[in-house]
């Protein structure tokens, strides 16, 4: 399948596939900035592709979408927007957890609380606190991946889809 897209001249090809469960789907075999786990080896180069013309290309990596816990349709292009929108929101409490982590220590930094003390209570609750938003930060970015995927052609809007059998 061929993908023409506003703005470029540069097209694109992804594998198409008539399915009897899931209609017609999209692979992408052809990302060549795939990602490093944490360990830092390449993750699969397999990424679901979804295409629809006058949307920007999504790709979004296979093992997420075949792993799924959402309750729709994963090969719907609405499918590609709830993810990246969920990463946005990842993204936002990452920072925010961040920098409460950040006025925590700088609060508590070289300071004494004695055990007990109104002081040292809110102090432990403010710990509690943050260690229960990074659990929840934790689980949102496993039930993501933990890694935000972009093609080389993620940031164009889809001009023409011509599907060759």
Same mark, same amino acid.
């Given at each position: 399948?061929?993908?023409?897209?506003?703005?470029?001249?540069?097209?694109?090809?992804?594998?198409?596939?008539?399915?009897?469960?899931?209609?017609?789907?999209?692979?992408?075999?052809?990302?060549?900035?795939?990602?490093? =786990?944490?360990? $830092?080896?390449?993750?699969?180069?397999? !990424?679901? /592709?979804?295409?629809?013309?006058? #949307?920007?290309?999504?790709?979004?990596?296979?093992?997420?979408?075949?792993?799924?816990?959402?309750?729709?349709?994963?090969?719907?292009?609405?499918?590609?927007?709830?993810?990246?929108?969920?990463?946005?929101?990842?993204?936002?409490?990452?920072?925010?957890?961040?920098?409460?982590?950040?006025?925590?220590?700088? =609060?508590?930094? $070289?300071?004494?609380?004695?055990?007990? !003390?109104? /002081?040292?209570?809110?102090?432990? #609750?403010?710990?509690?606190?943050?260690?229960?938003?990074?659990?929840?930060?934790?689980?949102?970015?496993?039930?993501?991946?933990?890694?935000?995927?972009?093609?080389?052609?993620?940031?164009?809007?889809?001009?023409?889809?011509?599907?060759?059998?």
């Amino acid at each position: 399948m061929g993908i023409t897209f506003f703005g470029t001249d540069d097209g694109h090809a992804v594998n198409a596939f008539e399915t009897t469960d899931k209609g017609l789907v999209y692979i992408d075999c052809t990302n060549g900035n795939a990602p490093e =786990d944490r360990d $830092g080896e390449i993750k699969s180069w397999d !990424t679901v /592709a979804y295409v629809e013309k006058g #949307e920007k290309y999504g790709i979004i990596p296979i093992e997420i979408v075949a792993g799924s816990k959402f309750d729709y349709y994963p090969f719907g292009y609405d499918f590609y927007t709830d993810y990246e929108r969920k990463w946005r929101e990842y993204e936002a409490l990452l920072d925010a957890h961040n920098e409460a982590v950040d006025k925590y220590n700088r =609060d508590i930094g $070289g300071r004494v609380f004695t055990y007990g !003390t109104p /002081a040292a209570r809110r102090i432990a #609750e403010r710990e509690q606190e943050l260690q229960a938003q990074g659990e929840t930060i934790t689980a949102l970015e496993t039930e993501l991946g933990g890694t935000w995927y972009e093609s080389e052609f993620s940031s164009y809007t889809i001009k023409e889809v011509l599907v060759h059998w």
